[in-house]
């Protein structure tokens, strides 16, 4: 966000300088150039008709009643009957639901959760929610600790171990102090579990470690409440690097959830219209949005993103109808923030990788990449820049870590016996975005758009 300019800035008035500090007029809340102050602006706005009636329905998190599930009948059930054992005051089983981004995993969680919370309040047992998502979480004492700390909200207390400076075991202690003196049941949620990996150091990814410890918490009688894990994560291989420990322990129930089609997010869609007033969405919108997200996964996160923001942008411009271009202006926005959330936090050399791989795909005609020939153009790049260059089988461990971000996924592929086994890459998102975004990185922007073109299409001719 751009400062706004400060006339003295810089400039140090001498102790005869009459210093004016009356409250400014009407005139003086307005810039020289004649434009509105911004009390009138907010003032304006604020008169004006809004489109959006209930803004909590297009906030993808926002647990709804369950009438607004949609096309997870058979999820819905599995996760309601195995979790409903605590109505019982009885541990419920461990779980692992799985699946792409958007499908319904931690919806459907938190409304089981909630409505056992409410039965449960009727029968005098102490039942918790407490849950993370675990993707900004670096290591396991900070997990441990962010587990904690939602504990004790959920039941209304304080932590009463600080955050840093105290050794992981004393935040599991103070895990089940806050869990055991509180609770009688606890769900804990677990969301993208998999981005949990933790320090490179360790033989097993953290998220195999927190797993182990939270299942093995009751059997050592470290915890007396009944506790019960539901880990979420869009990887469907994740358990894969589970240790053998933890997954004896953990012994989950799966779920799986698959991707939702443009006819049920339509459905899901236009049981979230009432967050509009009557008769401002044109009738192609929903539709529209709806193939928007099929296009990517399925993902109903985004369908209603999507509707959000073109709500938005045709209230700042004061419409009165939400209209089809609003939801195409709304697709590109919300696209470049996505990719733009992830490609912040990756390091150079993962953005060279992806960069190349986008290119390719943005040159062919199924937008897919294969692995030989984006490694090819990953090598001019790194060249054109003078940066370090990676052997091909990292480069291809750099674009699996890839599929984590749900930005990419693979298929292996052989076309033939003299071009051996490759993998080939599919994007998410439109490659035009993913390269836009990342031209922005000031290394890669040096190298010119029409040298990389031509690489990519002398390297697809190559191709056999």
């Not at 009432?274 to 399925?298: K, M, R, Y």
Request: glycine share 6%.
């Amino acid at each position: 966000m751009d400062d706004f300019d400060d006339p003295r800035k810089g400039e140090r008035k001498s102790k005869d300088e009459a210093v004016d500090e009356s409250p400014p007029s009407s005139a003086d809340a307005t810039s020289t150039s004649g434009s509105q102050s911004i009390e009138d602006m907010l003032l304006e706005f604020d008169q004006q008709e809004g489109l959006i009636r209930d803004r909590s329905l297009l906030d993808p998190n926002h647990i709804v009643e369950e009438d607004r599930i949609v096309g997870r009948d058979r999820q819905l059930q599995e996760v309601t009957k195995m979790l409903r054992v605590a109505l019982g005051d009885n541990r419920p089983p461990n779980l692992f639901l799985y699946g792409p981004s958007g499908t319904g995993k931690s919806l459907i969680t938190k409304a089981v959760c909630k409505n056992i919370s409410k039965i449960c309040e009727t029968r005098d047992i102490r039942f918790g929610t407490i849950e993370v998502n675990c993707q900004d979480l670096d290591t396991l004492g900070v997990a441990v600790y962010e587990l904690a700390d939602r504990a004790a909200d959920e039941a209304g207390v304080e932590v009463e171990v600080p955050k840093h400076g105290v050794a992981t075991k004393e935040k599991w202690d103070e895990l089940y102090r806050i869990v055991n003196e509180n609770f009688d049941s606890a769900v804990f949620v677990l969301d993208e579990l998999d981005m949990l990996v933790g320090r490179r150091d360790k033989q097993e990814p953290a998220f195999s470690r927190l797993l182990y410890q939270l299942s093995r918490a009751g059997a050592n009688n470290e915890l007396t409440a009944h506790v019960s894990v539901v880990a979420i994560s869009n990887d469907t291989k994740m358990m894969e690097s589970v240790g053998s420990r933890a997954l004896s322990s953990f012994t989950p129930e799966d779920v799986h959830f698959d991707d939702y089609d443009a006819n049920q997010l339509q459905s899901i869609l236009r049981r979230r219209q009432d967050a509009f007033f009557e008769n401002v969405l044109d009738e192609d919108v929903i539709p529209l949005a709806a193939a928007f997200a099929a296009q990517t996964h399925g993902d109903a996160r985004k369908a209603i993103d999507l509707m959000r923001v073109a709500g938005e942008l045709a209230e700042r411009e004061g419409d009165k109808n939400v209209r089809e271009e609003h939801v195409r202006e709304a697709q590109d926005k919300v696209e470049k923030n996505r990719v733009l959330e992830v490609v912040r936090g990756i390091s150079t050399q993962k953005k060279l990788c992806l960069y190349a791989t986008a290119a390719v795909a943005a040159e062919t005609d199924d937008e897919s990449a294969r692995s030989t020939t984006g490694y090819r153009v990953y090598q001019f790049l790194t060249d054109a820049i003078d940066a370090e260059q990676y052997h091909q089988e990292t480069y291809v461990n750099k674009m699996k870590e890839m599929t984590t971000y749900s930005l990419v996924d693979f298929e292996r592929r052989s076309h033939g016996p003299s071009s051996g086994m490759f993998l080939e890459f599919q994007f998410g998102e439109r490659p035009e975005t993913i390269l836009e975004t990342l031209r922005e990185d000031s290394r890669i922007g040096m190298v010119s758009l029409d040298e990389v073109s031509s690489v990519v299409q002398a390297q697809i001719r190559n191709e056999t």
